[in-house]
């Protein structure tokens, strides 16, 4: 019951800021943020008691790691609203987030018997330094989408219903680099932390597991961007493409590698 009440926070949330995007009154804009406020808080209370209901930190099956993505970007977005100010911003995160839990509301919420090589106090570490991560790179997601919408219209030079509501090129391109710059610390430090993980439950610190594959080739994506962004002055619609395409891969990692490949990580459903 608590998810279903969060579900509908988020989903009011959503609808809210999409009122907004239309209307652009302030009044609305602040009661979206309202309702994102309230249906984060309740969604901790949500993962909070489902972890005193498994008894382990509930990050182990499909339905406790969208769910706890989705809480991941709520509170990214929301710690980053204290200190920028990106018009219409949240229209597109709470979009993903509502995504987020219509899929999780899809899941099986059953709680299975933690496998013995989850045992471990690296579990709330590892995976949630990870999906933390996660969350701020699909904030930069958004910040990449929503540069292609504006840059196109801004070419088309016919301003539609976009460019009036977008924030500019250079606000969103320093947008992205602020949610790489979070992010891609945390997803280092996700798969330092796992490869500790992983020597304690496997006894070596790397398997090439397809999990620790992908996040490798993520985690390289990431770096290649930041190093092209810092050191050859990469900006504009290639950093908006490439957060893009570094969030796919984010996406393929969650999600592709553990229903399509098989493998150590493959118990985690």
Not at 93 to 116: D, R, Y
Not at 120 to 143: K, N, R, T, Y
Not at 174 to 193: E, K, S
Not at 208 to 227: C, V
Request: net charge positive; proline share 3%.
């Amino acid at each position: 019951m608590l998810f279903s009440l969060s579900l509908i926070g988020y989903y009011l949330s959503t609808t809210t800021y999409i009122i907004f995007f239309i209307t652009q009154k302030k009044k609305i804009r602040s009661a979206a943020r309202c309702l994102l406020f309230g249906a984060g808080v309740l969604h901790t209370v949500t993962i909070i008691s489902r972890y005193f209901l498994a008894g382990h930190t509930p990050l182990t099956t499909h339905f406790d790691t969208v769910s706890f993505f989705a809480w991941s970007m709520t509170w990214a977005f929301l710690s980053f609203r204290w200190r920028y100010q990106v018009k219409n911003f949240g229209t597109f995160v709470s979009l993903v987030i509502s995504a987020l839990m219509t899929i999780g509301a899809l899941s099986s919420q059953t709680i299975a018997e933690l496998p013995p090589a989850l045992q471990s106090a690296w579990l709330p570490v590892h995976a949630s330094i990870a999906i933390i991560a996660d969350g701020f790179m699909a904030m930069g997601f958004c910040s990449g989408l929503m540069y292609i919408l504006q840059e196109r219209e801004l070419k088309k030079k016919r301003f539609g219903v976009f460019y009036s509501r977008l924030p500019s090129l250079d606000a969103l391109d320093n947008l992205i680099q602020h949610c790489l710059t979070v992010g891609f610390p945390l997803l280092t430090l996700g798969i330092i932390t796992g490869s500790f993980w992983a020597k304690q439950a496997w006894g070596a610190y790397w398997h090439w597991d397809p999990k620790e594959t992908w996040s490798l080739i993520t985690w390289f994506l990431y770096a290649a961007m930041l190093h092209q962004r810092f050191i050859a002055g990469w900006r504009g619609k290639r950093a908006a493409i490439l957060a893009i395409i570094g969030f796919i891969a984010v996406l393929f990692t969650l999600w592709g590698v553990t229903f399509l490949l098989p493998g150590v990580h493959s118990y985690v459903r």
